[in-house]
Nanobody, 117 residues
Framework: QVQLVESGGGLVQPGGSLRLSCAAS????????MGWYRQAPGKERELVAR?????NYGQSVKGRFTISRNNADNTVSLQMDSLKPEDTAVYYC?????????????WGQGTQVTVSS
């Protein structure tokens, strides 16, 4: 059974930091591109960062957020610094792989991040 369990969300003041973690199980973690997406109220879900052989960031978080993964313990983390109110959203962990048989796409339940004074 595939599971992606996020942790580390919460309330933080503008300029502060948070670290999100995602624990994965039920699939071959090292083969998947792992990512973080977010969705704010009334907005579409958007890419925050993803990591496979390369690393990609959404334009709005470049230079402030850092994604990392540990293939030994099947975790992916997102270090978020210099947080802004517009970073407020539900953050979702994602696992993705493209195979000859199709695309596999797994999602976590999400964790709320609120940036407010």
């Amino acid at each position: 059974q595939v599971q992606l369990v996020e942790s580390g969300g919460g309330l933080v003041q503008p300029g502060g930091s948070l670290r999100l973690s995602c624990a994965a199980s039920g699939f071959t973690f090292r083969d998947f591109v792992m990512g973080w997406y977010r969705q704010a109220p009334g907005k579409e879900r958007e890419l925050v960062a993803r990591i496979g052989y390369t690393t990609n960031y959404g334009q709005s978080v470049k230079g402030r957020f850092t994604i990392s993964r540990n293939n030994a313990d099947n975790t992916v983390s997102l270090q978020m610094d210099s947080l802004k109110p517009e970073d407020t959203a539900v953050y979702y962990c994602n696992a993705n792989i493209v195979r000859w048989s199709g695309i596999l796409d797994y999602w976590g339940q999400g964790t709320q991040v609120t940036v407010s004074s």
